[in-house]
């Protein structure tokens, strides 16, 4: 069974629009990057995070 090891550094609004990229290998969870959150320069918090895929619709590949 696959789990979170660590809680992400923000929180992401029921509805909210982020951008998918990666889905892990056992389908457990998405890789997304979430424009309202911080940015990609790997300074700060992140904007790119993995979220349990059933956080998503289920309509996404």
């Given at each position: 069974?696959?789990?979170?090891t660590?809680p992400?550094?923000?929180?992401?609004?029921?509805?909210?629009?982020?951008?998918?990229?990666?889905?892990?290998?056992?389908?457990?969870?998405?890789?997304?990057?979430?424009?309202?959150?911080?940015?990609?320069?790997?300074?700060g918090?992140?904007?790119?995070?993995?979220?349990?895929?059933?956080?998503?619709?289920?309509?996404?590949?």
């Amino acid at each position: 069974m696959t789990r979170a090891t660590a809680p992400i550094p923000t929180s992401v609004t029921f509805g909210a629009t982020v951008r998918w990229r990666y889905v892990s290998r056992d389908g457990a969870f998405v890789m997304v990057r979430d424009p309202a959150a911080g940015s990609t320069d790997g300074v700060g918090i992140q904007s790119w995070y993995f979220l349990p895929r059933d956080c998503l619709p289920a309509t996404l590949p």
